[in-house]
C-alpha cells in the first residue's frame, strides 16, 4: 500500500474531475454491456412466444392425428358391420343368425360410441385451432416489439458510443494534468479499479471504504497534497 506523499501536490479539483469523468466513463460502459444482455431479453420472448406457437401447433397436428384414427377405425368397423348384414340372408342356422345379429348391434354400439369420440375430438381441434392462432398472434406481437425495442436498444447504444469516445477525450485531457511524479501510481490504481482509485473525503471518512481518517491525512488532503486512503489505498480529495 503507497504511503501518503508529503510532497507531491494533487489539486482536489482535479481530482474531483477526474474521479466524476472517470465515473462517467463506467456507466457508459456498463450501458454498452448491458445493452446485448437487453437485446437478448427480448429475443428471449420471442422465442417464448415461438415455443408455445411449436406447442399449440403440435397439439393440433395430435389432435388431428388421433380425428384420423378414430374415423378410419369407425370406417373400418362399419364396413365389417355390411359384411355381416350381408351374411344374416346366408346364415345357415337360426343360432349362426343370433350370432351375427348380437356382433353387429355390438360393433352398431361401439360405431356410436366412436362417432360421440370423434365429434368430440373434432370439437378439440377448433379449440386448438383457436389457441394455436391466439399463439401466432402474439408472437408477431413479439416480433413486432422485438423489432421496435432492438432499434432503440441500438439506438441508445450508439449514443452511448459516442458519448464514451467524447468522455474518453475529455479524461486523456484532464489526465494530462496530472504531476509526472504520480503519473504511474494514478496509472496503475485507475487500471486495477476504475473510478474507485479516487474518494471524496466525507465527514472525515473515505467516500469509497468509509474509513474514518486521521487528523494528519484530512490537513494532507485540505492542502491539496497527494494523499491516499491508508484503508483503500484511493487517491483523496476534498469533496
Not at 456498463?30 to 444482455?37: A, E, H, I, T, V
Request: proline share 2%; hydrophobic share 35%; net charge negative.
Amino acid at each position: 500500500m503507497a504511503s501518503p506523499s508529503t510532497t507531491t501536490k494533487f489539486s482536489s479539483v482535479l481530482l474531483r474531475t477526474l474521479h466524476n469523468t472517470l465515473q462517467q466513463r463506467t456507466d457508459l460502459e456498463g450501458q454498452l454491456r448491458r445493452g446485448p444482455l437487453q437485446i437478448k431479453a427480448v429475443q428471449s420472448m420471442v422465442d417464448e412466444a415461438q415455443a408455445n406457437v411449436d406447442a399449440a401447433a403440435e397439439t393440433l397436428k395430435k389432435t388431428r392425428m388421433t380425428a384420423d384414427e378414430k374415423q378410419l377405425q369407425l370406417q373400418t368397423r362399419e364396413a365389417h358391420v355390411k359384411n355381416l348384414q350381408g351374411k344374416l340372408n346366408t346364415a345357415a342356422s337360426n343360432k349362426e343368425f343370433s350370432l351375427l345379429k348380437d356382433q353387429i348391434a355390438a360393433d352398431e354400439q361401439a360405431n356410436s360410441v366412436q362417432s360421440d369420440e370423434i365429434l368430440e375430438v373434432l370439437e378439440r381441434i377448433d379449440t386448438c385451432e383457436v389457441e394455436l392462432g391466439r399463439a401466432q398472434k402474439k408472437l408477431e406481437q413479439a416480433q413486432a416489439d422485438q423489432t421496435k425495442r432492438v432499434n432503440e436498444i441500438e439506438a441508445r447504444l450508439e449514443q452511448v458510443r459516442q458519448d464514451l469516445a467524447r468522455i474518453n477525450e475529455q479524461l486523456a485531457a484532464h489526465e494530462a494534468d496530472i504531476p509526472a511524479a504520480v503519473k504511474a501510481d494514478y496509472r496503475r490504481l485507475v487500471d486495477a479499479r476504475g473510478d474507485e482509485a479516487l474518494a471524496a473525503v466525507e465527514q472525515d471518512s473515505c467516500g469509497g471504504c468509509y474509513q474514518t481518517l486521521t487528523t494528519q491525512v484530512l490537513n494532507q488532503v485540505m492542502l491539496s497534497t497527494l494523499t491516499h486512503c491508508p484503508n483503500c489505498n484511493a487517491f483523496l480529495y476534498q469533496a
